[in-house]
């Protein structure tokens, strides 16, 4: 059973530009999590999607992100106009949303803008 | 205001000496509480758990923590530290299972021969 892949690993992008960032939760997860971990910070929460529903976007900046989590198909993160400041690292965590469950994390994809 | 406080940057001990890696949260409901270990351009990996029950739990990798409700309490704890502890160590808390995480800074551990 694959754990939770994310790619790309790496992704770099100019100012200006579109970033997309893609996560597949483990086989029979059907919640996912967004986090955004900055230089010697922990995970700030982003985003909490269910398949083709946000249950969550408290953490989400209001402008240039979105998010979507298709009956189909990965979970994406979408970052438009990337800025200096959006350069972090991106993890993804899924959970079979049952009581007492674990998110399990992906590797990240980290962001550089430059 | 809900928080994971990780008091400790960074700990340095020595390779066989015993670690404690402290943690206190602020949650207005039942914690449940999480200790993940994140290798250098990893993810996270959990270690341990507590939701209810005994309140000294075991993880893997030899890792146990307890739960002190009077304290606010949740540090990681482990006998007999290996160079391959070394990592970055973090304190998480959620309302209920199936919920946004709420993430200490970390603790980056050293290990010294």
Not at chain 1, 74 to 95: E, K, N, W
Not at chain 2, 4 to 29: F, K, M, W
Request: hydrophobic fraction near 35%; aromatic fraction near 12%; charged fraction near 20%.
């Amino acid at each position: 059973n694959a754990g939770v892949m994310q790619n790309p690993r790496h992704l770099v992008r100019r100012r200006g530009q579109e970033a997309r960032l893609r996560c597949s939760p483990m086989k029979g997860h059907s919640h996912v999590y967004w986090y955004r971990q900055l230089p010697e910070e922990g995970l700030k929460f982003m985003v909490y999607l269910q398949k083709e529903n946000i249950i969550d976007e408290s953490g989400m900046p209001k402008e240039r992100f979105s998010a979507e989590f298709p009956k189909e198909g990965p979970s994406i993160l979408r970052i438009q106009q990337v800025v200096r400041g959006d350069s972090a690292a991106y993890f993804c965590a899924s959970s079979p949303g049952l009581a007492e469950n674990e998110q399990f994390f992906g590797p990240g994809t980290r962001l550089t803008v430059l | 205001a809900q928080s994971v406080t990780q008091p400790d940057i960074h700990i340095t001990v020595s390779e066989g000496a015993s670690l404690e890696l402290r943690c206190n949260y602020s949650y207005g409901a039942t914690p449940y509480l999480f200790w993940y270990v994140q290798s250098p351009g990893q993810g996270l990996q959990l270690l341990l758990k507590y939701f209810s029950g005994d309140t000294l739990v075991q993880g893997i990798k030899g890792f146990e923590a307890e739960f002190k409700r009077s304290q606010s309490s949740f540090n990681l704890r482990k006998p007999s530290v290996h160079w391959s502890d070394a990592a970055e160590y973090f304190c998480a808390v959620g309302n209920q299972a199936g919920t946004a995480l709420i993430f200490g800074k970390g603790t980056t551990l050293s290990v010294s021969s």
